[in-house]
């Protein structure tokens, strides 16, 4: 399976975490001012900027409320079932998360390659109960491979730290 090129470069990203307290970590930073945000700093919640960075760097138009994790919901095509390389958006307390699938776990769980997990860019399994949307960009609907997701083995709970 080859996987779609915003994949590939949110994976350029893995492991990188955000800086405790006042100083931002610098990639932040530099998504944050490419994207023209108003905010400067890694405490709030971002998500939606990591998606949006990812997606601008590979010349895709990030949704209009891009710093938003819902606001994804309203970009691209909507597509009925998780593939490789979708937007897929979660419900949680206080708002939403956004990130990018890349399979399943063993018990069913979504894997999904995010920033602000754990403040970090990570992969992390879902509880798919959780999932309100995955969106495709609209102009690289030829990239879409419907189909099982690779599955692969992950350890642990399913993620609940996304603020």
């Known amino acids: 399976m080859i996987e779609p090129h915003w994949l590939r470069e949110a994976r350029e990203y893995l492991g990188r975490r955000e800086l405790p307290g006042a100083p931002t970590a610098p990639f ?9 945000a108003w905010w400067k700093d890694d405490e709030t919640p971002w998500c939606g900027t990591a998606v949006a960075a990812w997606m601008k760097s590979c010349g895709i138009e990030p949704a209009t409320a891009w710093y938003r994790a819902k606001g994804w919901l309203d970009w691209g095509t909507a597509i009925a079932a998780p593939a490789v390389g979708a937007v897929v958006v979660f419900e949680r307390t206080g708002g939403g998360h956004v990130g990018l699938v890349v399979g ?3 018990s069913g769980r979504l894997l999904v390659l995010g920033g602000n997990q754990g403040n970090a860019v990570s992969i992390a399994p879902f509880d798919m109960a959780r999932v309100v949307g995955y969106r495709w960009p609209a102009d690289q609907m030829a990239l879409l491979q419907p189909g099982p997701l690779p599955v692969t083995l992950a350890a642990g709970p399913a993620s609940s730290n996304e603020a």
């Open 104 to 106: 399943k776990d063993l």
């Open 28 to 36: 932040i930073a530099r998504w944050l001012q490419q994207l023209g």
